[in-house]
């Protein structure tokens, strides 16, 4: 009978250490990220904004919080606050080319199309062979009428991996009158 006593004893402080271990990551700015990524991931925006808001409470130099939330505000189509939160996870690590590029496609969705330049010009500077920035690079071109530069990018970005949307593909040949 000792033996389960002290059995149960050591079973019930495991326990107890792991719902004290769970409960103190539940507070830290990595969970509410973490959840924030999961509620992105179903679609439910305004969760997801929550967490990252509460990550960005908890640590307010957390920059992935900051894209995240980002991603999220531009997902609902609120460009301003996407742009903001990219431009602070910027200032926070500067040299982060995925920031770059996710600010520039929020540009762009604005019309904003020299300042998504910029960015995904910054992105490549940083990141020379980031497949993302040449496609989203040549979508702008693509608005601006510049074909001949967005076949380059896309053929770049093509040679890195990206996948090509096939109806981004048909409208690029359509408007530049260029077979591939």
């Known amino acids: 009978m000792r033996k389960f006593t002290f059995f149960i004893l050591v ?5 107890l250490a792991a719902g004290q271990s769970w409960a103190a990551e539940a507070g830290t700015a990595q969970y509410c990220l973490d959840q924030g990524m999961e509620h992105f991931k179903a679609g439910d925006l305004d969760h997801a904004i929550a967490d990252y808001t509460k990550a960005i409470e908890l640590n307010p130099q957390f920059a992935w919080a900051y894209n995240n939330r980002g991603a999220a505000y531009a997902e609902a189509g609120h460009y301003d606050e996407a742009i903001a939160d990219y431009t602070r996870a910027l200032e926070i690590e500067p040299k ?35 497949a993302n ?3 989203n690079r040549a979508t702008v071109f693509c608005y601006k ?23 981004f593909l048909d409208a690029l040949r359509k408007a530049s009158h260029v077979e591939r």
Do not use: T, V
């Open 133 to 135: 920035a040449y496609y």
């Open 145 to 167: 009428k510049d074909y001949e530069q967005a076949w380059a990018d896309i053929r770049k970005a093509e040679s890195l991996g990206c996948k090509i949307n096939p109806a």
């Open 11 to 15: 079973l019930m402080a495991a326990l």
């Open 96 to 130: 982060h080319a995925e920031f770059y590029n996710n600010r520039g496609a929020a540009y762009r969705e604005k019309g904003q199309y020299d300042q998504a330049i910029a960015d995904f010009n910054r992105a490549l500077e940083i990141n020379p062979g980031y």
